[in-house]
Structures are given as C-alpha cells and as structure tokens.
C-alpha cells in the first residue's frame, strides 16, 4: 500500500516569502550603508539578514482586512457601550482613577512605539524585519487610537479625562513611562527592539495589560474589556517579534552577546519602575480587585519570566541584574506609591483616597509581611489627620530619580525603613536616583541621561515660575475637580447621584 | 468516534478524537502546530481548514472573525472535527521526510542478545518487511493487558525484514519487565509504525553530529549504518556516551567501523568508570566530550540528540555556547499535552 497523495500546492511559509522577501531590492546607485546608516553603531554585528525567521507571516494585504474588520466589530461594541450609558454598570467610580492613569501614561506609550517601529523599520536592512516592524508600527498607532476612543465616553461624564495629552507630556507621575518611550525611541534600531519588542511586549506586557484588562472585566468597563480583546490578537505577534529579534542577534555573533545583556539589564529595570503605577492600580485602585500585584508577579513575573531566563541562559544570558532588587520590592512598591500619590493628591489628574478598613483587611491579608508592620500604621495616621479636619498633604516637592523620573519613595532593597537614595556626580552637577538600577543606567550613559526634562525642575521654569496656580493651568489640571481624595469628589457625586436614576425611582 | 486529520503540508494523516483539539491530536502525535495561549485568544494556532467540518469551540470573535470563518480558517487550540479533515498549517516542509504510512506487522521474536546488564537487544523477523527512516520508531504491542510500547529501530533500513530493538529494563517498569523476563525467541508479537520526525536531514548536505546516551543508542546507530551504507561521504561524529565500560554496548562495532570508513568518527565517553579500570578514552558526560572534541565550535554541522532528558538538555546547552542554535539541532522528543500545558517560555519550538 503505497501513501495517498494529495495535490502539491506552495506552504503557507513559502507563499509568505514570495509576497515580502521578494519585495526586496538591492540598491544601486548609492551604496547599501549609505543608505540604511544606523545599524551599525551599536556594535550589534549581523551576518546573514536571511536568517532572520518572520515570526509574522502576515501579508499585507490580509493584515489590511483583519484589522479592518477588528474595527467594525470594536466601534459597534464602543457605540453599544456609549449610547447604554454603560458607564453606570461600574462598580465605582473609583475604578476610572486606573483608567485615567493608564490613558495618560500608557496610552501615548503605545504611539509612542508606533513611531518607533516606524523608523525602525526603515533603518533595518531586513525585508523580513522591515514588514515585520511596518506592521507592528501600524497596529501601536490603531492601539493608541481605539484606547483613546474607549476612554473617551467617560470623558463626557467624569473629570480628568479631557487633557492627557498635555498630562502625559507634562505632569509628573506619568513622565515614568514618558521617559521609558522617549529612551527608547532615541535609542538605536537594535535597541528599539529589546526595549520594546522584548522588554515591553514580553517581559512587561503580561503584568501590565493582564492585570488591567482583567481589572476591567472585574469592574463592568466593557468598552475597555472590548478593546483588550481587539488588541490581544496583536500582541501575540509582538512578542513573537521581540522573542525573534533576540534569538536574531545572539545567534548570529558571539560579540552580540554582552551588548544584548545589557540592554535585557537596563530594560528590564526601567520596565520594572513603569510598572510601580500598575501595583498602585492593581492593589489599590480597583473596588472589585483581580488578583494583588504580588500574585500577578509570582505568575507573569517569577513563572514566565522565570522559565524565559532559563531558555536565554543556553545563549549565556543571565537574568537580568535588578531581579533580585525587584523581587524585595514588590511586597513594598504599591503601597508605597499610594502614599506618594495621596501625599501629593492636589497635583494628580485623578483621585486618590485612603483605603476603607475593607481594603486595608484585603492589603493586609495579601501582603502579610509587610501591610500591617509598615503601612497600615501610616494610613491610620492618615485617616485620624484627616478625621480632625487636617487631611495630610505634602507641598514639599519630591526630589526625582534622574532615570526614572520617579520621587524617591521607594526604600532599601534589604531595609523597608530606609528611603533608598543615590547619587552621582557628573561634570559637577549631582544627580539622584532612585534605586541601584536607575543609578548604573544613568553612569553607563550619563550623557544621554542629564537630557532628560524632569518635571520638577520645569516647575521653577517659565511659565510657571514657582507658581502652583500656572502649574495647574500649564499641565491643564483644573483644581477642585480633577484632583484631590476621591471622597467629595464631582466624580463621587455624580456617579452617585446618575446610578442613582438609573436604578432607583427617585 | 474519531475522524481522520490529515495535516499539511506535511501529508500525515493522524486521528481525532470526538472532542479533541485539532492542536491536542497534532500535538499527541509529535507534530508541532505554533500555538500559544491555548484557549482561543491570540490566534497563533490559526489553521486553514482544506477540507471537512470543523466547530469552532471557544474562539474569540477578534481571534477568529466572521470572515475568517467563512474562508475556512480555524483556531486548533479550540476546534474539534466533525468529519474527517484536512487542514493546512504553517508548518515548514520537510524535504527529507518520507511520510511514510503507518502499518501494523506481525512477527517472530527471532534472536534475543544480552547486550549489557541492563539492556536487551530483540530481533523480529516480520513476515512483511517494514519502510523507515532512520531514526524512525515502532510501537511494539505486548501481550496480557500490557499494551504497546515505543521503542526506536537500531537496525537500518536496509534490514526491514528482521528488525532489532534495544530494550533497557525499566525499574518497575512493566512493558520492559515483560521483554526482559518473559519474552522467548520463537514468540509471534507484532509491531506497528513507522512513528517520529526525527531522521537525518540528508538534503542538507552538512557533516552529521550523533550524540547518544543511555538507551537513546538505537536511533543514531540505524541512522550511522544507513549513512555508511549509502556511502554518505561528509564527516559524521558520533558521541556515546555511558556509565561505565560494561554499559557502553557495540563499542567494538563502532571501533571497526571507525577504522573502516575515515569519515565516521566515534568518540565513547564514560561518565562513572572507575579509576585505574583501564578505560583510556574520554571521562565525563556526552556534551562535555563533544564539547572538547569539537573544540567548543559546532558551526557547520546538524546535530541529532537521543538520550535521557538531563543529557538532552546539557547538549543542547553545549551545542548553543558552542554556536549551533535550534534550526540545526534535532531531537526525539514528543510534545505531550502536559508539556503544552507547562509554563514554557516560547522561545524555544523544537527542542
């Protein structure tokens, strides 16, 4: 008996290369280097582009009709969403300060890497790369835009919604994520691509978008849950583009190998402090909470994380250099944010408020060690302050990690009683850090880094000039709505009093 | 009830349970599909359905659209069949596999050997020769209740009417107890196959590193005298290793061999020998010989792996620290479900 044969007919992986590598062409009348002029001066040694494997197989013109359809299917659930007044289905209305966080921080992120995938992509020489980084860049600018759209229903019934463009450029607790991008961006090609294609879209993704769509789905934001979905099937192939480019250069030279390292040990860092606003969000901001940031880190953190570190190691990679500093802080960080972003809750763009003896029963059950020895006993402090008519606020302004961009509030790795601190002295200026990680990326680059705008400093700058009323007007914060406790708030009472309607006959 | 999944471009055709996952039966039957979330969410797995019926299960609607779904297309990781199929999955062409189909033989223990103390070489002469690769393997079916057991052919090819199997006995193993114990020559037992994806890549034309360890011999040995046989001309290495003198069976076959054709290498190495026993040749593990042998650079090479997991695992390190990455590294692992269900990064897909 001889086997059944069937018609011969191209693979779906040969058809692909006909429809990309073939869109290849070699140049002639000005030589190659001249005109792909970057790749070479991160050190980053390529020998054979063709090895490059496309994670994507996606032509163009099939990618066209998925997304296209991707946004007749998202628009008709967003218009559902709006015209239902689907924003009454929250939970609270305390849920939107996550939200308008993450619009004002991570949502410009997301153009941010579409205008980086952009350039990239015309600075690899790869055709392979060049498609893949072409649609990547096209599906960040569709992300951007269908959060920014998701959102924007809130923003015709709730405060702090309507300037985070202005936010995202100029108030300071989202200038984390604002300079996590901006290095990126002023990054080479290579670079571009661990900071974003690996450390973002893998390393971080998870424990960023996880927690917060699933935060979503918990609390009734369907539009924001519509939008998760919408984007989820992208992000498979990011990560796969990341993960390639990785396998890509520490197979194709041996001199790659410690370049790559320290960029997985710088990335990997920044990352980890972008992700202080997510363990706020996660432990703190949620009414109705998924899971506390520590367990989403022993899962997406120590489990992924953990058993990618054990593939990289065979190419002699090791886990990146703040891991550890990492895992003694994750039992700190979001309490430590809130208190910063209470402390000065008259400069955020959303409210923040002091946990309710329900939240601090659940903070203190999920974080045993840690909730009722250091921060139980400030927030009680908080409360009796603000009890007695004296809310505690902090008008003091908050020294900022040069890397960062972050206030110091973080403590010592190995001593939660002590705010961790450092300092370099560069050319005769000083500079602080946050934490030992901030502090190497700035001295391995200290050039790029006495750059970097810090909200702070701007303070004392024109327009404003010390002025905390033309702060507010300048970072487009209207004071007495957009900011301060939630508890009082236009938010609360409006929220309150539209539920209200919607369910009751008053 | 099950149907018939034919999956291209390969050309295999496996079964499918009722209920079962295109990817679960891809997977159960050592074929890789690219997969990822496992649940119908990131749309990695996505299969164009050539033919057949398919329900869609669980897929998210932004997964798999409407459109999609009218042009055929499917995610494996949540659609069952509900007829035979045939699907086409991105999945490269192999063009050194022979998909070969599987039979069922019957046949006469014909030679039983005690190749060393813990391991048994067994001869059936089938009453209809059997097609392989080598490297391929067969699932020997054992009586009272037993069912069947894989084991990889050590014979070549060209001896498909009496095939030898090496059987290690197993510690509480009942499959390998049976053929160490009770099995007798003269015993009609049968076999089916030939199984696996795991032969050399002969279109490839580049040297052929073998590393073998424990009872993962059989493999590399069929594969070795196939080579020999058809007068493949480029370098082949084979690295054996074994715990001691006494474990490391057909060492002398592979001495004569060596000497016999100047392009087969054979470098035996022993990892628990005793001092002073005599042994000149290599001590240590099988990744460490090949390590010092090679020099610690495997450029240029394709590299086959057969042994136990630790053993697999320390080569593909070595080989990786040593320049040759997955695309020239094969080896005889199956994907089971639980391996699919396990925290894995995907960095890795075949080894």
Known sequence: ?506 | MSYELTIQPLGQTIAIEDGQTILDAALRAGIYLPHACCHGLCATCKVQVADGEVEHGEASSFALMDFERDAGKCLACCATAHSDLVIEAEIDEDPDAENLPVQDFSGVVSRIETLTPTIKGVWIRLEAPIRFQAGQYVNLNLPGGIGSRAFSLASPPSAGGEVELNVRSVPGGQGTAYVHDTLQVGERIGISGPYGRFFVKKSARTPVLLMAGGSGLSSPRSMILDLLEEGFALPITLIYGQRSRDELYYHDEFVALAAQHPNFRYVPALSHEPEGSGWTGFRGFVHEAAKAAFDNDFRGNKAYLCGPPLMIDACITTLMQGRLFERDIYTEKFISAADAQQVKSPLFKAI
């Not at chain 1, 990560?239 to 990997?268: H, R, S, Y």
Request: include cysteine; charged fraction near 25%; hydrophobic fraction near 35%.
């Open chain 1, 1 to 506: 008996m001889d086997m059944k044969v069937s018609k011969k007919k191209l693979g779906l992986k040969e058809r692909y290369r006909l429809m990309t590598r073939d869109l290849g062409w070699d140049t002639t009348y000005q030589p190659k280097d001249k005109v792909l002029p970057y790749v070479g001066y991160e050190g980053i040694k390529i020998h054979d582009w063709d090895k490059w494997e496309d994670p994507f197989r996606l032509t163009m013109d099939s990618y066209w009709k998925y997304q296209a359809e991707k946004e007749r299917k998202f628009y008709a659930i967003i218009d559902a969403h709006a015209q239902n007044n689907g924003h009454l289905n929250l939970t609270d209305a305390r849920y939107l300060s996550a939200l308008k966080i993450f619009l004002q921080a991570i949502s410009p992120g997301e153009y941010a890497a579409h205008k980086g995938f952009a350039r990239v992509g015309r600075e690899f020489p790869g055709v392979g790369t060049q498609v893949a980084c072409q649609m990547q860049a096209i599906d960040e600018i569709r992300h951007a835009q269908t959060q920014i759209h998701a959102m924007s229903n809130y923003n015709r019934y709730y405060n702090g919604f309507h300037a985070f463009a202005d936010q995202r450029d100029r108030i300071w607790y989202t200038s984390v994520a604002r300079s996590f991008f901006d290095d990126a961006m002023s990054a080479g090609p290579f670079e571009f691509m661990i900071a974003i294609g690996f450390s973002f879209e893998y390393v971080l993704t998870n424990l960023l978008f996880v927690p917060f769509m699933s935060g979503a789905a918990y609390n009734g934001d369907m539009a924001t849950v519509t939008f998760g979905f919408s984007a989820q099937s992208d992000e498979a192939r990011h990560m796969t583009l990341g993960l390639e480019c990785i396998k890509f250069m520490l197979e194709q030279d041996p001199a790659n190998v410690p370049i790559v390292q320290g960029w997985i040990d710088k990335w990997f860092w920044r990352g980890f402090r972008v992700l202080g606003l997510v363990s706020t969000m996660m432990d703190y901001m949620l009414p109705k909470r998924v899971m506390s940031w520590r367990e989403a880190w022993n899962i997406y953190g120590v489990e992924n994380g953990g058993a990618l570190f054990k593939d990289l190691a065979r190419y002699g990679i090791t886990p990146p250099k703040g891991w550890d500093d990492a895992e003694k802080g994750i039992d700190h960080m979001s309490h430590q944010f809130m208190l910063g972003l209470y402390q000065w809750s008259f400069g955020t763009a959303f409210h923040s408020w002091i946990p309710s003896d329900e939240d601090m029963a659940w903070l203190s059950a999920k974080y045993p060690d840690t909730f009722d020895k250091h921060y139980r006993p400030r927030w009680n402090h908080i409360r009796k302050l603000a009890a007695a008519g004296t809310p505690f606020k902090n008008y003091g302004l908050a020294k900022l990690c040069q890397t960062c961009q972050l206030p110091t509030v973080f403590t010592e790795p190995d001593d939660p009683t002590l705010t961790c601190h450092r300092e370099t002295t560069y050319k005769g200026e000083k500079y602080h850090f946050c934490s030992d990680g901030c502090q190497h990326i700035f001295d391995n680059e200290p050039e790029k880094y006495i750059q970097a705008w810090l909200p702070m400093p701007q303070l004392f700058q024109d327009p404003i000039k010390g002025d905390l009323g033309e702060w507010m007007k300048w970072v487009s914060l209207i004071d007495g709505k957009d900011n301060g406790d939630y508890a009082g708030s236009e938010d609360q009472q409006h929220f309150e009093a539209w539920r209200g309607l919607a369910t009751t006959n008053q």
